[in-house]
C-alpha cells in the first residue's frame, strides 16, 4: 500500500486529539463553604441542599431562547440520577453502569473514564448512581457493591478503594458522598434484604474508617427499647440521599428510611432510628438528636431525603429551621438548634388519609387503625407507598423564599402483606413484586375527571405555611429541581420527556423541550467564558420506572418511555453563535 494512504488511513480512524484540559483546581474546605456562582461543586449545590444556582443570565425574560449546545449519549441504560458536578471547567458524572465521567464543560470532550467492576451476581434492587463528591484533588464515588472509591481528578486513576459493608447481605450504595474537613461521609442501604444500615466516615486521604454510626440501635443504647427481642438484627434504616450540613452548628442531618421488614406488628414498637432525620456530629458520629417523622412505620414511606436548611419567620420569631416533604405526605418544619431538633409544624402537601392527628408539641403523629396494612390484613391508604415525594429533592430560592417540591397527587396503594423469614441476601419486605406492582390505585377523584392530574410542582412560603402555586403534570412526576437567581424552576421527571423551566414566583410555563428519554436527575447550572449553562442528565429508570408499570397496570393504556443517558448542556441561543465562531 501506498505509504502517503496509509498515513491518511490511520489519521481517519484515529480519535482527533484534544486540546489539553486545564490545571485542575483543589476543592478546599472553604470552597465548599463558600462556593462560586460559576461551579457546582455538590449534588444539590450547597451543604444547605437549596439546588440553587445563583447565576442570573438565563432568566424569565429570555429563557426561551434556551438551545442544546453540546450532548454527550453514556451508553448505559436504566435511571441516570446523578447531576453534572462541575469546577472549573471539570465536569464529573456518573452512570447506573458504575462509571464515573470526565467532561470539558465547554465542549462535552471526554477527558477520562473509569468504570469500576462490580460482581456479576450481584442484585442490584436500585441500579444506579446520584453523583461524585470533589474534596482536594480527588473525586469519590460509591457503588452497589458498598464500596467507595478515590479518584485522582485530573486523571482518574484510582487512588483507594474501601469495602464498608457484605454486599451478599444485601448491603449497597447509591448517594453521593459527602466531604466535610478531610472525611468523606455517605451511608448504606439494604432495607428491604434485612440488613441493619448505618452512616460512616473515610479519611479522604487513605481511605481508613473514622466512624460509623448505626441507625438501629443495640438494646443497651439509647432507643434500643424500641424493637423487641432481636429485631434490631435486620432493622433496616437505609440511608441513601446525601446528608445536608450546618457549619455554624457542625452537625450533619441525615434522613432514614423504613424498618426492615415492611410488616409493622412483627415489630411492635418506634423503631428508632427509622423514618427519622438524625443530627449528627461529623467529628465523631454521635446522634445529638432526631424527629421520626412516623413510627412503627408500615408504608415504606422512606424518609433518606435530608432537610433544607432554611432561616424561616414565623409568628414574628426568625430561627434555623429544618424543612422536609416527606414520603409520608407531610411538609414538615422543625427548628434546629445546638445538638437539638424541635417540632414546628406540619401539614399534608399531597392527600393523606392515614394520619388521624399530629401532636402539637411533639410532632408524633396518630393512626387511622384500618389504614395499616399487615399480615393477612388488607388495607388501602393514601399517598401510595412511593409517597407524597420519593428521592428526587427539592429546592428553594433566596429570592423568593419559595420551596419548590416535586409531587404526586391522587395515588393510593392496595396492600396485604405475610410474615418473612430472613435469609441472608434475599428480599426481606413481607410483600412479594408481583403483589407490589399490582398495589397501585387512582383515587376517584383523579378517574371521575374532577382532579384528573398526578404530578405536581409545588410552590411553598414556609414563612406563611401556605401554598402560593402548583404547576400540574397530567402523570407522574419524578423530577429534581433546580431554581436559580434568573427566578426560574427548572425540572423534568414526566414520562412525556419534557424537561420543562417555570417562572420561580408564578408557576407560568415559559420553555419546554422533549429529550431523548425521561429526566429524573438533577439539575445543574455553570458558567464558563461568561456563558451560563443548564445541564441535566437525561435516562429513565429505577423507581420512576416501577411506577410506570404500576401506573399502566392501574389505567387502561400502556406507555413506553425510552431508555439510553444522554448529558444535555444548554445556552441561550445568542450565547452558543458565540461557541461556533
Known amino acids: 500500500m501506498n505509504p502517503r494512504l496509509s498515513v491518511i488511513l490511520l489519521m481517519l480512524v484515529m480519535p482527533t486529539a ?23 461543586l455538590q449534588w444539590r449545590g450547597n451543604y444547605a441542599g437549596w439546588t440553587y444556582s445563583p447565576l442570573d443570565q438565563i432568566n424569565t425574560q429570555n429563557v426561551s431562547e434556551l438551545t442544546p449546545v453540546w450532548t454527550y449519549s453514556t451508553g448505559s441504560l436504566e435511571g441516570h440520577e446523578s447531576p453534572p458536578i462541575v469546577n472549573d471547567g471539570y465536569m464529573f458524572i456518573t452512570t447506573p453502569a458504575h462509571e464515573v465521567i470526565a467532561l470539558d464543560g465547554r465542549t462535552g470532550n471526554e477527558i477520562w473514564r473509569y468504570r469500576k467492576e462490580v460482581p456479576e451476581e450481584l442484585v442490584q434492587m436500585h441500579p444506579t448512581n446520584r453523583g461524585v463528591a470533589l474534596y482536594g484533588d480527588k473525586v469519590f464515588v460509591t457503588a452497589t457493591d458498598a464500596c467507595a472509591v478515590a479518584l485522582d481528578a485530573a486523571t482518574g486513576e484510582e487512588i483507594w478503594e474501601t469495602c ?117 456530629d461529623p467529628d465523631t458520629g454521635a446522634i445529638k438528636d432526631f424527629h421520626q417523622y412516623h413510627w412503627n412505620g408500615a408504608w415504606d414511606w422512606d424518609e433518606t431525603s435530608p432537610p433544607v436548611l432554611i432561616d424561616v419567620e414565623r409568628d414574628g420569631k426568625q430561627f434555623k429551621a429544618l424543612v422536609h416533604a416527606g414520603r409520608n405526605g407531610y411538609l414538615w418544619l422543625l427548628e434546629r438548634g445546638k445538638d437539638s431538633i424541635r417540632f414546628v409544624d406540619a401539614e399534608p402537601y399531597v392527600r393523606q388519609d392515614v394520619f388521624t392527628a399530629i401532636d402539637p408539641d411533639t410532632g408524633r ?43 404526586n397527587e391522587n395515588l393510593c396503594s392496595v396492600m396485604r402483606g405475610f410474615k418473612p423469614e430472613y435469609r441472608k441476601g434475599e428480599i426481606y419486605m413481607g410483600y412479594s413484586i408481583p403483589q407490589l406492582l399490582g398495589s397501585m390505585r387512582l383515587h376517584p377523584d383523579a378517574l371521575n375527571g374532577i382532579d384528573p392530574h398526578i404530578g405536581e410542582i409545588q410552590a411553598w412560603d414556609i414563612s406563611q405555611g401556605k401554598e402560593v402555586w402548583t404547576f400540574n403534570i397530567k402523570e407522574m412526576n419524578w423530577g429534581s429541581i433546580l431554581t436559580t437567581a434568573g427566578n426560574l424552576v427548572i425540572s423534568g421527571g414526566s414520562n412525556d420527556r419534557v424537561f420543562r423551566a417555570l417562572d420561580a414566583e408564578t408557576g407560568e410555563k415559559l420553555w419546554q423541550m422533549r429529550l431523548n428519554s425521561g429526566i429524573t436527575a438533577v439539575p445543574a447550572s455553570y458558567m464558563l467564558d461568561g456563558i451560563q449553562y443548564i445541564a441535566v442528565q437525561a435516562g429513565w429508570g429505577v423507581d420512576a420506572a416501577t411506577m410506570q408499570v404500576m401506573f399502566d397496570n392501574a389505567m387502561p393504556h400502556k406507555t413506553v418511555v425510552p431508555q439510553g443517558g444522554v448529558l444535555w448542556v444548554f445556552a441561550l441561543r445568542e450565547k452558543s453563535r458565540s461557541l461556533r465562531r
Do not use: Q
Open 18 to 40: 484534544l486540546a489539553e484540559p486545564p490545571a485542575y483546581s483543589p476543592v478546599t474546605d472553604e470552597r465548599l463553604l463558600n462556593p462560586e456562582p460559576e461551579n457546582w
Open 365 to 407: 403523629p396518630s393512626y387511622n387503625p384500618d389504614k395499616i396494612p399487615g399480615i393477612d390484613k388488607t388495607a388501602d391508604f393514601c399517598p401510595s407507598f412511593f409517597g407524597g415525594k420519593g428521592w428526587p429533592p427539592e429546592a428553594y430560592n433566596p429570592n423568593t423564599k419559595l420551596l419548590y417540591i416535586p409531587a
Open 164 to 280: 464498608v459493608a457484605d454486599w451478599e447481605a444485601g448491603f449497597h450504595m447509591t448517594l453521593a458522598p459527602l466531604p466535610i474537613r478531610g472525611k468523606i461521609i455517605m451511608g448504606v442501604s439494604g432495607a428491604e434484604f434485612g440488613a441493619r444500615c448505618f452512616a460512616v466516615a473515610l479519611d479522604a486521604e487513605t481511605g481508613k474508617e473514622i466512624w460509623r454510626t448505626y441507625t438501629i440501635p443495640e438494646p443497651d443504647e439509647p432507643g434500643g427499647d424500641t424493637w423487641p427481642e432481636d429485631t434490631w438484627e435486620h432493622g433496616g434504616g437505609s440511608i441513601w440521599s446525601t446528608a445536608t450540613y450546618d457549619p455554624d452548628l457542625d452537625l450533619l442531618f441525615m434522613g432514614t428510611g423504613n424498618p426492615g421488614p415492611w410488616i409493622p406488628e412483627v415489630r411492635p414498637g418506634d423503631n428508632l432510628y427509622t423514618n427519622s432525620v438524625l443530627a449528627i
